[in-house]
């Protein structure tokens, strides 16, 4: 037996004080550790690619932990999984990297550092664990180091902000905790698979408020209208590289709960009734007016990160429509949809997190925020420019870029759908509006921040360009969003073994 | 075979070369200019070694895939007469464009970005039009929107142009969601993305006739806004702001032509069960053609702006292929459908060169406007040769290209068209000769301006003249191709040569440009009232020409407006109810329950004065209890004291309580590891 998930998992832990020592001598080498664990985690989650591209779809290792609960301690990675965690050690790699210039001269960095590493643990965590229980502790510990940062490194008002923060996904918690407790009072299995098999024998009508307490709890994590408030407050008062770790995967975990937990685990009961398929549409509804929410706000923001913080809501919007087209109402897998959906978790994961580190870098350089004071500034920041253009391009939804070929994949379910539903023809409709919207907001955002006249005044300085650490953070993230864009296979490739049953 | 690699390079290599241009531009400016020629170069005789291969494949076109994103979705390569004609088209104006470039953008900045986009335009067209499935057409037919963007906002501190981008982007993005729905329907009802799939099962019947006129309806709607049709034609006015180079770019081979391609390869694809389409498609998109043919060509005579003119040309000339397609009943054996593919190449050539003779004009004058023109003919006296070409191939004169080819279309009309679709064509045909001779009037004719005179314009420099030397060479022979691209597009009945000019066209065409030339007579070199009233702007339809027919006043102040104002009346509704009415209403609790709390506050207060108060009261008048309270008071001191004494021996045992339980606690968690078997 191999502890490759055990390690992925026990690394970051052990680094928690590691990396709070060496920072207390340098921040710098504090940030190269972690993003060192970054990559050794990712190397080491690398090797069971080919597991889940073998026969069984799924890589597994069980530990023993706590008898008297019943429990087994068990990490798994399937085709879902190993993409989040992927894109977690990716951005987690690249906030890093990025943070050793954007947060030199900050105060404290070896706590900051030491709570990236804690934040690091537990979305591994939620992402490989099947232990619903674990699940939980990890989706807390995700949560409090997130807190801290929002306050303690943000700006303006950021304790305000991370204060709502907290208590928004605090509150979704407990909703959560309520459905796993239920979970476990009905089959008495804390243990996801276990759980999946047994809640087939319960009756639909106990296990639909289960249903709906943790995909109530999760929606909160996703920020979906109308539970989305504390998200343009916290993403736009935090620290770019927590922005981006923010908007790339703490949002995606609560995609990830939906699709792992809600579908998956606890959807399956309901498949067929009444019920099913009213929460289905219903998750379609709330999917499309979140994402024009978001889509018309963005366009009427003028501040940089807000403007970048609703177009999140407007694609966790995307996100749960493509996950309310899982199932047609007979039960059948609609499995465009899910390798469209999932594979958007990914594509919009990497492109914000781009986004947010390329806004990140234009108030560093400009000490600006509103999008009407700049203007004109492309060739004086080519590279921050570049990697603007690429991550709102992808937002917006333009080849080559990944999410493109994601949101197509979720369209081709949506018509797929539409035959055997009529329901959805208005939803796949409105959602069409919506790419245009999407890229509406998208090109505002370049015309006023990069093209155009500048406002800045007389700019002496020949290159605004940020420092390298910066420049290496945002290519990294540059070229997967456009390698995925061009070759999605990397990642359809693991999504398509999922199959749910 | 030759083919297999030649038509995967023959995209592949332009696209992954642009990636190279920053780099090699690193080698100095010299080196990066000859890059790109060279790559253009290898492209256009890519394209040009297709062409043997698509002819000799039988009838059958060659398909050959990758395994791209899964093993049912492929990359691919479809090569047939259509696709390796668009491929020679974009290739051959790919290398025009780029040796043009060398001399039009001479004293520009940020050449590298040009360049870079240049040859991904270029990439991305071809990739378009040799694309075997309809995922990875749509890929490149949006990418060929991006950069058609990143180019028509080249000049990017230019607010004008940056607008001008975001229009064209947003506007054809409107196309690509209709066109995305059609492509996103065929996939659900076949499971493929393939054109070899989707004749197949069309082939086959599979495809239910109400899916497929749906799906037909939607590619127009995608082909509609990508090739400028009405009610979508504005952007390519606006897309003017464009370098001149480009423009041609755009209007000839690539971005425009797309709308052309996809409709002429729908038409292939559906042609099984073309009867389905014959009901309203095909004439919804002929009227289409023949209305933007004809308001494109009004428009056409009223603007000032020198590309204004050739813009408005496009989509008028875009609209007779599209009418043309829309006539073309049995698909390929179909003269409407060859027809309008001969167009797109004749058009090709004389807009292109338009375009670059109005790029060297422009150079020359540093302005778009023709008020200012007038007399040029003196001062560039090579551009005012190859511009009467110009004007005589776009009017459809013989023997130029566009005669043939406006010939066939108009024939195709006449067959299958309605009696007022071939009013209106033979008017716009009228119309194109009145513009194009009112274009050479304004800006060769005539006294020398006083901006002129100011100037001094000189003829433009050999590496601009010589791209549009070579156009006009082709406008002048490639009408006299027709037979064998007839036969090489395997389109059995096309008139003869002889037939088409002496031909019942020929006549109605020598009538018609009687009437146009006489108005333009008029209009322009006598100075009669009706006609100056007519001209002056407070005329009701000079002000309906002059605003484009209010399509782009109703996009601009109506549509964009409205989805602006909207917008902030969410974040509005954002702020006051989302954001600010719950703290009011959770502040309005928080002051609620501090009044209750001070109001009780208060009344306890009064009560326990006034309690205590009425004790004292009561107290002093009763005097006779004044000794009792002693007593009782003595009592109670005295229980006091002994409770506490009793009190100091409890709290004593208290300490045993819990050292015991602290005992029992601690052999519990023994038990517990033991029996967890750690």
Known sequence: MSYILLSVLLLPTIAVPLVYLVGRKSAKWAAILLALISLVSLGLILTTVHAILGPDHRYMETYTWIPVLNSQFALFVDGISISMAIITMVLMLAAALYSINYMQGKKNLEIFYALLTLLLVGLVGVFITSNLLFFYFCWELMLVPAFFIVGNWGYRDSYKASFKFFVFTHAGAVFVLLGIGAIYMTTHSIDLFQAERLLLTQSPDIVRWILLALTAGFAVKMAIFPVHLWLPDAYSESPAPMSALLGGVLTSAGAYAIIRISMETVFPVVMGTQFGTDFLHGLAIFGVISAFFGSFIALAETDLKRIISYSSISHMGYILFGVSLFYTSAGALIQVAVAGTVLHIVTHGLSKGLFFLSAGSLMNSLSLRNIRDMGGIAGKMPITGTASATAAFSIGGAPPFACFISEFFIFMGAFQMIPLDGFYIWPTALMLVATVLSLGYSLRFMSNV???PSKLGEIKKKSLEVPRF???????????????????????????????? | MLADVTSW???????????????????????RNAFVIGVTAVTASLALTLIPAASSGEGGAINLVAPWISQAITAGVYIDPLSV?????????????????????????????????????????????????FLQLFIFWEMVGLCSYSLISFWNNRPESVKAGNKVFIMTRIGDASLLAAVGILYASLNTFSFHGTITAILNGTLPSSTLTVVAFLVLGGAIAKSAQLPLHTWLYSAMEAPTSISALLHAATMVKAGVYLIARFILIAAPMIAVLEGSWLPTVAWIGVLTAFLGATMALYTPDIK??????????????????????AASESLGWFASLFHTMSHAFFEGLGFLLAGGIIHALGTRDMRLMGGLRKAMPVTYALAII?????????????????????????????????????ATTAITFAYSLRFVKLIFLGKESEHLQKLHPHEAPKIMLAPAFVLAVACLIWGFLEPWLGS????????SLLSSFVGLETAIFAVILIPAGLLIYAAYWKNYSIMNSLRSASNPLAKLLSHGYFFDDFYEKVVAKGVMLFSRGVKFFEVVFLEIFPMVFANMVIRFAGGVHKYFEAAADQLLTVIAGRTVDSAAKVKTLDSLADRFLDIIARHTLRSASRAEGSSSSLQHYLAAALLGFIVLVILLIISVGV
């Open chain 2, 390 to 426: 110009m004007i005589l191939t776009t009017s459809g004169l013989p023997p130029f290209a566009a005669f043939f080819s406006k010939g066939l279309i108009i024939t195709s009309i006449t067959e299958e068209g309605s009696l007022l679709q071939v009013i209106l064509i033979y």
């Open chain 2, 308 to 329: 204004g003119v050739l813009a408005y040309s496009t989509v008028s000339q875009l609209g007779f292929m599209m009418a043309a397609l829309g006539t073309s009943l």
């Open chain 1, 470 to 501: 910066m420049l290496l953070a945002m290519i990294i993230l540059t070229v997967f969003v456009i390698i995925i864009g061009i070759y999605p296979s990397l990642f359809m490739n693991l999504i398509n073994t999922v199959t749910f049953l």
């Open chain 2, 85 to 133: 004609l668009f491929t020679c088209l974009v290739g051959f104006f790919g290398l025009i464009i780029a040796i043009y470039s060398l001399g039009y953008m001479k004293h520009e900045e940020n050449l590298t970005r040009y360049y870079f986009y240049l040859l991904l335009f270029i990439g991305s067209m071809i990739g378009l039009v040799i694309s075997d499935n």
């Open chain 2, 488 to 495: 090489y597009m395997g389109v059995a009945e096309v008139p």
């Open chain 2, 9 to 31: 390079l023959v995209w592949i290599f332009p696209l992954v070369s642009s990636v190279f241009v920053p780099l090699i531009a690193r080698a100095g400016e010299k080196a």
């Open chain 1, 450 to 452: 990069f093209l155009g």
